[in-house]
Nanobody, 114 residues
Framework: QVQLVESGGGLVQPGGSLRLSCAAS??????MGWYRQAPGKQRELVAT???????NYADSVKGRFTISGDNNKNTVYLQMNSLKPEDTAVYLC??????????WGQGTQVTVSS
């Protein structure tokens, strides 16, 4: 059974930092990443990383967020610095696997507020 276990969300002050984690069990990932969705808005790409280490970022987070991976743990991380209120959203992990299939995590809430 494929499971994506997300952690690291929470409440943080503007300018603060959070690190999100997504651990994939059951299959070896080929591409993993993070999307986010705010209430009333369309889900958008935040960042992705391939198993080989190639990364892609949304323009809105470049220079502030860093995605990284641990192949041994089949896990990706999203280090989020200089957080802004506009970053508030449910962050969802997404994974595509070597043997096929695409799955979503349940989502973790990130709230940036004074």
């Amino acid at each position: 059974q494929v499971q994506l276990v997300e952690s690291g969300g929470g409440l943080v002050q503007p300018g603060g930092s959070l690190r999100l984690s997504c651990a994939a069990s059951g299959r070896i990932f080929s591409i993993m990443g993070w999307y986010r969705q705010a209430p009333g808005k369309q889900r958008e790409l935040v960042a992705t990383i391939t198993r080989g280490g190639n990364t892609n970022y949304a323009d809105s987070v470049k220079g502030r967020f860093t995605i990284s991976g641990d192949n041994n743990k089949n896990t990706v991380y999203l280090q989020m610095n200089s957080l802004k209120p506009e970053d508030t959203a449910v962050y969802l992990c997404n994974a595509k696997f070597v043997i096929g299939g695409t799955y979503w995590g349940q989502g973790t809430q990130v709230t940036v507020s004074s």
